[in-house]
């Protein structure tokens, strides 16, 4: 298998064979590279990785800081808080972690035209290791408002890093690795999110006299961030559609795909970007009122508002309470929390009426977190940027982040007084949401595996019927001076190769 695919001709233009094209077609795909995969692994340990992580730290110290709160109340104003205004108080500092992450998906697409995919993503480091000192020195500080803000940073942190991070791993990754590379991101999350029940075991942080250590930790994956990914390349289509610089194109390219000829490969992104010349990259506004892209559009909206609405988000923020009101004793619901860390989803509780109830409580849960991590812990993400051309792809992004952290601000705000209300009926409301976005899902949204950018788009003009805007670009993509074409099995191939790996 290794020796074959090192035996490729270096002059793939100059083959004279009499071999059947279709016997030439079957060449098998690259394999991924190391480049690839350090780009794909510490660009998520920077991100996703540190978003997964904010959303379970917060679970196991809650009383200890709510304890701190009361504290700190006690000494300003010389009498307890109000169970209310604690409620409320952590509230807000659960859910303006959302609040951030909203303005970070707002500004998310000025910072990749500015300074990168790469460089937004390293200058994102910054808000995590700000964040890391504002939450850890609060206590010593006596300031509850160092946590809030400290909060609101690392919400920003993240907002930047789940648009800027699919949007990288989606321009560096060749098509029939899309998929792969983009699970690095659900991945990370699932395993932040399980770092943050294990640090957070008594035995460890979990403890009064440690909780400000969980929150130092988040400055550790930045630095990691900050020390590796300066060495990696940038985004080759960025390079080259944005920054006109083909020589610095061509050489990651190279280093992602591991050849050394990749012309077919820029001669692609020039078809697309000669294509896209008469346009600019598209505002919210001209994304939203674009015909051809409705229903791309209601897509992306609708895939987002599911992930966050489907109940996980209120089991990673209050699963103590949740498995509290469940039945379970105080001092095994930490081991209990860190199980589900390993899996991830959408939503189910209840009473404690029956001996074997809490039981069936966490069962659900699991199967919560198995059905989300399987199935939309990182789709949403990678869909956006399958869904759209290069000059729509950072207003895309913009609306998925805001969606996505809108809908996160009111299940992390609103969550607590809907279980006080509703108690064990309240994932019900969650149900409602998952059972409306599957039915959808499934009658709107084609299959996007192995498609190109333009077969997706082909896909969404019948759907929203409006002829193919960019039509010129496929022109673009099957025409090259002096080449040999054939059509076979619905793929051009140039030269007895399949045209492009992108």
């Known amino acids: 298998m290794e020796m074959r695919e090192q035996t490729e001709d270096p002059e793939p233009n100059n083959i004279e064979s009499t071999e ?20 794909a692994f510490f660009g998520a340990l920077g991100s996703s990785y540190l978003y997964g992580y904010n959303l379970s730290v917060v679970n196991a110290p809650a009383l200890y800081i709510k304890t701190f709160y009361n504290q700190t109340w006690m000494e300003r104003y010389g009498e307890p808080i109000g169970a209310d205004m604690v409620t409320m ?15 970070g998906a707002l500004c998310v697409t000025l910072l990749t035209k500015l300074i990168g995919r790469k460089g937004t993503l390293l200058l994102n480091n910054g808000f995590a290791v700000i964040a890391a000192l ?11 408002e160092m946590l809030i803000i400290g909060r609101f940073v690392m919400g920003v942190d993240s907002g930047i890093a789940l648009s800027a991070l699919p ?90 795909l591991g050849k050394k000829d990749v012309s077919k490969e820029l001669e692609e992104v020039h ?42 988000n209120a089991i990673w923020y209050y699963t103590n309470g949740i498995l509290r009101d469940s039945g379970f004793a105080e001092n095994v619901i930490p081991y209990i929390v860190l199980s589900t860390g390993g899996i991830e989803t959408l939503a189910a509780v209840v009473s404690d009426q029956y001996t074997w109830m809490p039981y069936l409580s966490f069962t659900c849960i699991l199967a919560v977190i198995a059905s989300f991590c399987s199935g939309p812990g990182g789709i949403p993400f990678v869909l956006t940027g399958e869904l759209f051309e290069q000059s729509y792809r950072p207003a895309a992004f913009m609306i998925a982040g805001i969606v996505n952290w809108v809908a996160n601000f009111a299940v992390g705000l609103l969550f607590p007084f809907m279980q006080e209300s509703l108690q064990t009926y309240a994932f019900l409301v969650f149900l409602v949401v998952c059972v409306l976005g599957a039915v959808y899902l499934y009658f709107i949204l084609p299959e996007t595996k192995n498609k190109t950018f333009m077969d997706i788009s082909q896909s969404f003009a019948k759907i929203n019927k409006v002829p193919l805007v960019n039509k010129e670009i496929e022109n673009e993509l099957t025409i090259k001076a002096g080449s040999k074409e054939v059509e076979e099995n619905g793929k051009v191939i140039i030269d007895g190769e399949i045209e492009s790996s992108f």
């Open 89 to 103: 108080l952590w509230s807000i500092t659960v859910s303006i972690f959302a609040i951030g992450g909203l303005l």
């Open 134 to 144: 504002l939450l850890a020195l609060g206590e010593k500080a006596r300031s509850f």
């Open 271 to 312: 078809a697309e970007g000669r294509a896209q010349n008469t346009l600019h990259m598209a505002s919210v506004t001209e994304l939203l009122l674009n015909p051809a892209l409705r229903w791309q559009v209601i897509t992306v909206i609708v895939t987002m508002a599911c992930y966050q609405l489907c109940g996980l």
């Open 167 to 256: 949007m990288y791993l989606g321009e560096i990754s060749p098509r029939h690795m899309r998929g792969s590379i983009g699970q690095f991101n659900s991945i990370l999350i699932c395993l932040g999110v399980f770092t943050g029940q294990v640090l957070g075991l008594p035995e460890l942080l979990g403890q009064e006299s440690r909780w400000n250590f969980l929150f130092a930790f988040l400055a550790l994956p930045a630095l990691l961030q900050l020390c590796v990914l300066p060495f990696l390349p940038e985004s080759p289509r960025f390079l080259l559609m944005e920054r006109r610089d083909e020589a610095g194109a061509e050489k990651a390219f190279r280093a992602f």
């Open 20 to 39: 059947p094209d279709h016997k030439k077609s079957t060449e098998k795909p690259q394999r991924i590279t190391a480049c690839l995969v350090n780009a």
